[in-house]
């Protein structure tokens, strides 16, 4: 586990999903919601993608966005936790549907693997959906124990199944227009 200094701001990385009742409105509340707890610098287009894992239930939309916090990662986990529960998402199938989900996918150069928090995200390079919108934000990034940027793993991923439904103002109605 590589430490940090308490209260000092990190950035990080989150990809965000939600396949139940009003997917859009879902993605908006969380995206204001992190804003709540750091500065959101950057959110990716918005796309739809088919399910995987349990695959009877709808297609997916998912975003990524980068936001820089001073929350630490097991505080960063339990906020998003928060916002999936008040969003309507309570224990279920394991990958089934679900109005919410936040994965946090880094948090500044942190590695974590413990029973609470996996940071990098476990699964990430396997997956499409979270790789492309990332790969919008932040080509150029390398996650802890990857030696691949995020462009390099969105190219060997492809995004077939993807489709780009709205632009970031869609979720993000308040970000700044540089």
Known sequence: MTLHPPNAPLPALLVLGSNMGDRMGHLRVAV???????RIDAVSPVYESPP??????GPFLNLALRLTTAL???RLLMWGKGLEFA?????GIPYG???LDVDI???????IANGRVSIPHPRVAERPFMVAPLADIAPRETLAGHDATLAALD?????????????????WPGRRHD
């Open 87 to 91: 969003a309507g998402r309570r224990p």
């Open 155 to 171: 190219r060997r991923l492809g995004r077939e199944d993807l489709t780009p439904v709205a632009v970031p103002d869609a979720v």
């Open 72 to 74: 630490g990662p097991v």
């Open 52 to 57: 995987a894992g349990h695959v009877h239930q």
């Open 32 to 38: 204001a919601g992190l804003g709540m707890v750091g």
């Open 105 to 111: 996918v880094s948090l500044g150069t942190l590695e």
């Open 97 to 99: 549907p679900r109005p």
